[in-house]
């Protein structure tokens, strides 16, 4: 069999872990001809995604874009109005808001990554105007129509403020979890929640460099069972009579194969095991990183247990001796690949032109992180290389 894995020397960022039931399950799917968007691993995935999750709906689609795409249009976003999205995120939770016609406001982010709540709150408070029950924003006049909080590199959004503040402005959330299945939420106010299941909606994605794939896939997550029925109806091309084929809306192809949900079945049966994994190596990383001048291994908030899914080294290029791209170059000759963050989406040419608002924390976290290999098999050899690497600057 061959094992991308083990070919050469080099140590990569991030591959899957195809180690359980996958070749039993996809073999299944070909030898019964169920290869398509029926069969019973369709199912099954859903199902086992609202056991593991907690949510009490799960619709599975063609990918995260996809289903992020969808749940815009199940909050009701409309063309011309607006979404408030971090700035500091992979570009697909941008890019579904200009699918629409609607358009981003971009918002800056925390210690974490992810988008500032407080921030948010502010933005609200002295930019927007209620009235009708709905939020305006004060320069555009455009309807406020949603959120997007995205919980980066698996780190969770602080939720419990983002919900008071959303149900005070009626503004709608779509939690990006697509890079955060498995971590859960925990003020200690309230019962343990997975991310994904918080907001109106949350979006899965098990792209190849996720912490579980299907090759390519994505699910949307919701607790609204009409929500749900609508999200399976507007997936599957919003076919209103199967024999007739009726179609009184446009809708579209967005559903996920039996295949890759056969896949995505044998996945999740290790992705508990993949978290421990992965915590393990993290605090491997973490005991050493932290010891070294001028570098931080970004720590997990509080109030949330962290599916692991990328780790992020911080860089005080004054006291490390090296900036960012530097270190990056000398990873590259050890054959270590390593990766700087998202180039900022306010900045990117379709979007530069939108709102931005207090933007200044990203900035410095774009500049100073390097993302740093996190596999499932990462061995403690190759852990040990890495931060050897890093201890010679
Ligand atoms: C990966 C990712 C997506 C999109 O997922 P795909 O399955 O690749 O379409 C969306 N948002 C974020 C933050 C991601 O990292």
Request: glycine residues 6%.
């Amino acid at each position: 069999m061959y094992n991308y894995n083990n070919t050469s020397n080099k140590i990569p960022l991030s591959v899957p872990q195809i180690i359980g039931n996958e070749w039993t399950y996809i073999k299944e799917c070909l030898d019964s001809g169920w290869v398509s968007s029926a069969g019973k691993f369709v199912e099954k995935f859903e199902q086992d995604c609202c056991n593991y999750t907690g949510s009490k709906y799960a619709v599975a689609c063609v990918n995260g874009t996809s289903a992020l795409h969808v749940s815009l249009i199940l909050a009701g976003v409309k063309s011309d109005e607006e979404v408030l999205v971090p700035t500091l995120t992979f570009i697909a939770p941008i890019n579904v808001v200009a699918y629409i016609g609607a358009k981003p406001v971009f918002m800056d982010c925390d210690d974490y990554y992810n988008m500032n709540v407080e921030k948010v709150e502010s933005f609200l408070k002295h930019n927007t105007y209620y009235k009708n029950g709905f939020t305006f924003n004060k320069i555009t006049k455009k309807r406020i129509a949603a959120i997007i909080p995205v919980h980066v590199f698996g780190n969770a959004v602080d939720m419990d403020s983002l919900l008071k503040i959303c149900s005070e402005y009626n503004i709608k959330i779509i939690e990006d979890a697509t890079e955060s299945l498995g971590t859960t939420y925990n003020t200690g106010q309230f019962a343990i929640r997975q991310t994904g299941t918080i907001g109106h909606f949350g979006c899965l994605s098990f792209n190849g460099n996720k912490i579980i794939t299907t090759g390519g896939g994505g699910m949307i997550l919701t607790n609204n069972r009409e929500y749900a029925d609508r999200a399976r109806y507007l997936t599957t091309q919003a076919k209103d009579d199967v024999i007739k084929y009726i179609h009184n809306e446009v809708g579209f192809n967005y559903r996920l194969t039996n295949i890759q949900a056969a896949m995505g079945v044998a996945q999740l049966e290790n992705l508990s095991e993949f978290i421990k994994i992965k915590k393990q190596n993290y605090t491997t990383y973490k005991n050493t990183i932290d010891n070294i001048d001028g570098l931080v291994l970004t720590a997990v908030p509080k109030y949330a247990d962290n599916n692991y899914w990328m780790y992020a080294l911080q860089i005080d290029e004054k006291v490390y001796g090296k900036n960012t791209q530097q270190l990056m170059m000398k990873f590259s000759k050890y054959n270590i690949e390593t990766r700087p963050v998202w180039y900022l989406n306010h900045l990117q040419k379709p979007f530069k032109r939108c709102q931005t608002y207090n933007i200044e924390k990203a900035y410095k976290m774009y500049e100073s992180t390097l993302n740093i290999p996190c596999s499932v098999n990462l061995k403690s050899e190759e852990i040990n290389q890495i931060i050897s690497v890093l201890d010679h600057a």
